[in-house]
Antibody, heavy 120, light 105 residues
């Protein structure tokens, strides 16, 4: 069964960066797009951006332009999201979500989430 | 930027039909998806491309999309359907609605 295995919880200082990983276990990697979606405590879902590994193309929500980097390593079937200049408002659970064969932005598979806490 | 609007909460009695709306400019010209999220869990896709159900999603979940409004309908609502529901569309990126808390009481 295909799973998205995400990296563990992180505690970061304001102004620093965090890099979260998402490894595909038991399935194909390159044929799908991968997105990152975050959820602040008690809040809704917010799309950060996505990447299509086979094309090595990525796009981002305007809110995160210039502050986020999304990459994919096809050799290890792993996608990464790095967010810089962290502030307390970035405290959230960060989800990795895989697109489907019907559409890159139809999120048919999700990771369990990685909690990122930004605090001094 | 594009925005999707959902009611914050909807209540329904067990066995009745629940309808959750999602409004956005010209939404009917785009594809809408719906996700269910229970406390402490990751979101789960329940409807995509307006009306399609992924494998394993019960038939009581259905969707429609026309004009400026997409609707998720749950027929014969069960207690296990109590959750937050989010609509989603693509417009120069991905946009989620603010979410609707469905209470079954």
């Amino acid at each position: 069964q295909v799973q998205l295995v995400q990296s563990g919880a992180e505690m970061k200082m304001p102004g620093s960066s965090v890099k979260v990983s998402c490894e595909v276990s038991g399935g194909s990697f390159s044929n799908y797009a991968f997105s990152w979606v975050r959820q602040a405590p008690g809040q809704g879902l917010e799309w950060i951006g996505g990447i299509i590994p086979i094309l090595d193309t990525s796009n981002f929500a305007q809110t995160f332009q210039g502050r986020v980097t999304i990459t994919a390593d096809r050799s290890t079937s792993t996608a990464y999201m790095e967010l810089s200049s962290l502030r307390s408002e970035d405290t959230a659970v960060y989800y990795c979500a895989r697109g489907s064969l019907e559409g890159n932005w139809i999120f048919s598979l999700w990771g369990r989430g990685s909690l990122v806490t930004v605090s001094s | 930027s594009y925005a999707l609007t959902q009611p914050p909460s909807v209540s329904v009695s067990p066995g009745q039909t629940a309808s959750i709306t999602c409004s956005g400019e010209g939404l009917g010209d785009k594809y809408a998806s719906w996700y269910q999220q229970k406390p402490g869990q990751s979101p789960l896709l329940v409807i995509y491309q307006d009306i399609k159900r992924p494998s394993g999603i019960p038939e009581r979940f259905s969707g429609s999309n026309s004009g400026n409004t997409a609707t998720l309908t749950i027929s014969g609502t069960q207690a296990m359907d109590e959750a937050d529901y989010y609509c989603q569309a693509s417009d120069n990126g991905v946009v989620f609605g603010g979410g609707t808390k469905l209470t079954v009481l």
